[in-house]
């Protein structure tokens, strides 16, 4: 992965391309090949290499090979305006993986782009549920505003964003300044980064 973390983008996808079909890294490899050229401004070349994982790949709520590679591809497919395909995969996230939040979003925008507003207020409500209450998703409240601009409910909409001006501009707020102590100090944010990650995984 030297390359692919170095944005040797030519390097990493030679080397990928050496990985055997009959491995158990064939997948992966294909996986992270689609990524690049995704990287790289090309979604339709994309899609190849991701479907080649997907098949390749065990359907494993545990592992997310799977997931990472349908995910991948779903986004391809919207990138190249084909939002049926997109909102396909995206609905195939397992409801347990640690995507599905991701997915029902960024399937809600593909509703949302072929003007299937039902679709996409109904993904944004999945979105809002008290399961993700923990989840900072700011721009699921834009679309939602946006939406209703679009079926003429202005009051509602101009509602809405006032509601998310008075929540999410403090956090903006808090934000920046964390920002800028961060630059002042990385170490410390390195730290305490560190820290947070841990105490996820032994959780």
């Given at each position: 992965?030297?390359?692919?973390?170095?944005?040797?983008?030519?390097?990493?996808?030679a080397?990928l391309?050496?990985?055997p079909?009959d491995?158990?890294?064939?997948?992966r490899?294909?996986?992270?090949?689609?990524i690049?050229?995704t990287?790289?401004?090309?979604?339709?070349?994309?899609?190849?290499?991701?479907?080649?994982?997907?098949?390749?790949a065990?359907?494993?709520?545990?592992?997310n090979?799977?997931?990472v590679?349908?995910?991948?591809?779903?986004?391809?497919y919207y990138?190249?305006?084909?939002f049926?395909?997109?909102?396909e995969?995206?609905?195939?996230?397992?409801?347990g993986?640690?995507f599905?939040?991701e997915?029902?979003?960024?399937?809600a925008?593909a509703y949302?782009?072929m003007q299937?507003?039902?679709?996409?207020?109904s993904?944004l409500?999945s979105?809002?549920?008290p399961?993700f209450?923990?989840?900072?998703?700011?721009?699921?409240?834009?679309l939602?505003?946006?939406?209703?601009?679009?079926?003429?409910k202005?009051?509602d909409?101009?509602?809405?964003?006032?509601?998310?001006?008075?929540?999410?501009y403090p956090i903006?707020?808090?934000?920046?300044k964390a920002?800028?102590?961060a630059?002042?100090?990385p170490?410390r944010?390195?730290?305490?980064?560190y820290?947070?990650k841990?105490?996820?995984?032994?959780a």
């Amino acid at each position: 992965m030297f390359h692919y973390e170095n944005r040797q983008w030519p390097a990493a996808k030679a080397y990928l391309g050496m990985v055997p079909k009959d491995t158990e890294y064939y997948a992966r490899s294909r996986m992270v090949e689609g990524i690049i050229l995704t990287r790289e401004e090309r979604p339709v070349d994309a899609i190849a290499p991701l479907a080649a994982a997907l098949n390749a790949a065990r359907r494993d709520a545990t592992g997310n090979t799977w997931q990472v590679a349908n995910l991948n591809l779903a986004r391809a497919y919207y990138a190249i305006g084909n939002f049926e395909r997109a909102i396909e995969h995206f609905e195939r996230t397992p409801r347990g993986s640690e995507f599905w939040f991701e997915s029902m979003y960024e399937a809600a925008w593909a509703y949302f782009a072929m003007q299937r507003l039902s679709g996409a207020l109904s993904h944004l409500q999945s979105v809002d549920s008290p399961f993700f209450d923990g989840v900072y998703h700011p721009e699921a409240t834009l679309l939602r505003v946006l939406i209703f601009y679009y079926l003429c409910k202005y009051i509602d909409g101009q509602t809405m964003l006032a509601e998310f001006t008075e929540a999410h501009y403090p956090i903006a707020d808090s934000i920046e300044k964390a920002i800028r102590e961060a630059e002042k100090d990385p170490t410390r944010l390195f730290k305490a980064l560190y820290a947070w990650k841990t105490e996820r995984k032994d959780a």
